[in-house]
């Protein structure tokens, strides 16, 4: 009696893994597929990218050819110049969409890790009672892409506010002068899949909406001055060449 019940208990495990493996990036209908890179760090080196909607909720997950989430930032020492690391999920939605101003370049939704200062004031991700030391910890923004020729020739960095203006911004912005907003959606981990549930409001039209995947690090500037946080180095798109080609049904 005792074996037939182990090897029940084993065969919902192998049923629960089956499943979630099922439910990756890499077995999803249109999902956009990328090849295996050697020479790209295993786990940014992107197998697929989707992302698919239920209502107003859209769920981005991404395959990776390692384990998900394993590999962090070392440490830089302090702010200026400290390193990013992240997965991306470049959209078609306009910014205005999550509380942007509108028409600023590109809306992407991305998660990331960088273990020398923390931009979410208003999550304790580590639940240690201080919400401003989480940094390292994988989290969630929103951010506007936009070419800046500052970070080098046909670069990309997350759009800078400059002194004195004021564009329209989501409400939990956490109030670094770049187009950057910290929504608080946890990111989850399944070895090899990164996933990120989304909730948009109820006007937005998801239908339709391109999107990509693409693994990169970036930095902030050793100056902490405008372009504050450039897009340094890309390891992967998922596409190859950033055209969304994914389409949100």
Not at 20 to 47: C, K, M, Y
Not at 129 to 150: F, M
Not at 204 to 224: P, S
Request: proline share 8%; with cysteine; glycine share 10%.
């Amino acid at each position: 009696m005792q074996k037939f019940a182990i090897t029940l208990i084993a065969v919902g495990f192998s049923a629960l893994a089956a499943n979630a493996d099922s439910n990756h990036a890499t077995h999803q209908q249109g999902a956009v597929v990328s090849p295996v890179n050697e020479t790209t760090r295993a786990s940014f080196d992107i197998l697929a990218a989707h992302a698919h909607r239920n209502a107003n909720q859209v769920t981005f997950h991404m395959t990776t050819n390692g384990e998900a989430g394993v590999d962090v930032p070392a440490p830089a020492g302090a702010v200026g110049g400290a390193p990013v690391w992240s997965y991306v999920w470049p959209t078609s939605l306009d910014p205005s969409a999550v509380g942007f101003e509108g028409e600023t370049g590109i809306l992407a939704l991305a998660v990331t890790s960088h273990p020398d200062f923390d931009d979410t004031p208003l999550v304790d991700e580590n639940r240690d009672g201080d919400p401003a030391n989480d940094g390292l910890i994988w989290h969630s923004h929103w951010i506007v892409l936009a070419p800046t020729e500052a970070c080098g020739a046909g670069a990309l960095a997350v759009r800078d506010i400059p002194e004195g203006e004021t564009p329209q911004l989501p409400a939990t912005w956490p109030g670094f002068p770049i187009f950057l907003d910290s929504p608080g959606f946890t990111p989850l981990f399944d070895g090899p899949e990164v996933t990120v549930n989304v909730g948009f409001a109820s006007n937005v039209d998801l239908e339709g909406v391109a999107y990509d995947g693409v693994t990169a690090a970036l930095r902030v500037d050793a100056n902490i001055h405008a372009p504050l946080l450039c897009v340094t180095d890309v390891f992967d798109v998922a596409s190859g060449d950033l055209s969304l080609p994914g389409k949100i049904e």
